[in-house]
């Protein structure tokens, strides 16, 4: 992982103060609400957490010193970040998963934010968004975009059979947070007759916003990018701003998981070639997938191929698991395969396999399950063989 930051900690009075908050600001109650973890606070840098795993609060610190360093923007002193997983907190800022409804992330709170989310599976996202708010966007369709390209991409090719492209020509009126906030309460509206069309048009909706903030970052760099990002709905139609949009409309589309920041992820551990391996999933890793098993068992592994090779994957799992495959040095997307794709969902012990011929570089595997394994163990069995191509 990359090198964490660590900022020195705060006065105790600042401290005693913080955790006043969390008994006031962020919970409806005074009083402990049912189901609080008492698990104890753990400092560590410019966050609390509990109840967050020591292999979780390692990727939160890196993609936090990954986000500051290259945007140029960071936490105003003394502020903190607060990240415990769970629905705790004022009603404005719980998370809310229908289209259409506008979401508060995070929860802003006196002295730094309160991460409010649903378990693992969400907070990925709700972090990206935290990080997304530093950078101080104008508008909520680029927030977004930004957002999901600290996450990990919107989603990918295989979700739905739906164009994608829907949006691209509008791109321009939704920096504007009146029309964005039109689109997304049509779409809700839509969600009552047709849900499928409903939840494919907002994840091409974001994912548009996630093109545009990615091309945004090719052209001028993060940190000229986020100063774009400051820009109001005027001054986005000068001239010289003009220009990025119509650069935009003339790029060729990618797929969700393209757009994604890789450097924390491709800084992974790197998975040993032609040999039987075991991932354990217990630890995990908090990476974001929209359409993701409503159960995490992730992990993040690297491995480098020398020269062009064709690579065979083969993953065996009592549960079901999922693959994702994906170029560190280009970002795209090479291949993403689930068990829930191919087999039944009473298949006992499904096996992936692929094979893909790759160029020269790091690569970066995503593999999961989509369930809790049946023997009650979060482990997979993974085997990569690298044959190099012949002359």
Partial sequence: MVAVAVKPKPPRTTLLWFLALLGTACVEEATEPS???????????????????????????????DFTSEFGVELPPGELIFIAPGNHGPAECLPVHLPGRIEVHPCKIP????????????????????????????????RDGLADIIAGGVTTPHEFDFEFDAYESRLEDFIDDVAYEEE??????????????????????????????????????????????????TQWREPSNQQLIDAFAAAPPTDGRSHARLAVECAA?????????????TAGAPIYDSMGPPTEH??????????????????ESRGLPFFHLQSCATG????????????????????????????????????????????????????????????
């Avoid at 966050?47 to 610190?61: A, I, K, L, M, N």
């Avoid at 730094?112 to 508008?139: H, M, Q, T, V």
């Avoid at 992730?298 to 993953?315: K, M, N």
Wanted: overall charge neutral.
């Fill in 35 to 65: 189901g609080w973890d008492p698990s104890p606070l753990v400092e560590e840098g410019v966050f609390w957490f509990q109840g967050v795993s020591t292999e979780h609060r390692r990727w939160y610190q890196a993609r936090y010193v």
């Fill in 184 to 233: 997304n309460a049509r779409l809700h509206a839509l969600y009552e007759r047709d849900w499928y069309q409903s939840i494919a048009l907002h994840y091409s909706l974001r994912r548009t916003a996630a093109r545009f903030v990615a091309l945004l970052i090719s052209r001028v760099g993060p940190r000229q990018a986020a100063q774009l990002l400051r820009l109001t709905t």
């Fill in 298 to 315: 992730t992990q993040a592994r690297t491995f480098d191929v020398s020269e062009p090779s064709t690579l065979d994957l083969r993953i």
């Fill in 269 to 281: 551990p790197a998975l040993a070639v032609g040999a039987d391996v075991s991932i354990d999933l």
């Fill in 332 to 391: 795209i997307s090479l291949r993403h395969v689930r068990a829930l794709d191919i087999f039944s969902i009473s298949s006992a012990e499904p096996e992936l396999s692929d094979q893909v011929d790759l160029s020269p570089g790091r690569y970066l595997l995503i593999v999961g399950l989509m369930t809790s394994s049946l023997s009650g163990r979060d482990s997979l069995m993974a085997r990569l063989d690298v044959t190099p191509m012949s002359p």
């Fill in 111 to 142: 002295g730094g934010y309160k991460l409010i989310c649903d378990g693992d599976r969400e907070c990925p996202l709700r972090f990206a968004e935290l990080l997304a708010n530093l950078a101080g966007p104008r508008s909520t369709f680029l």
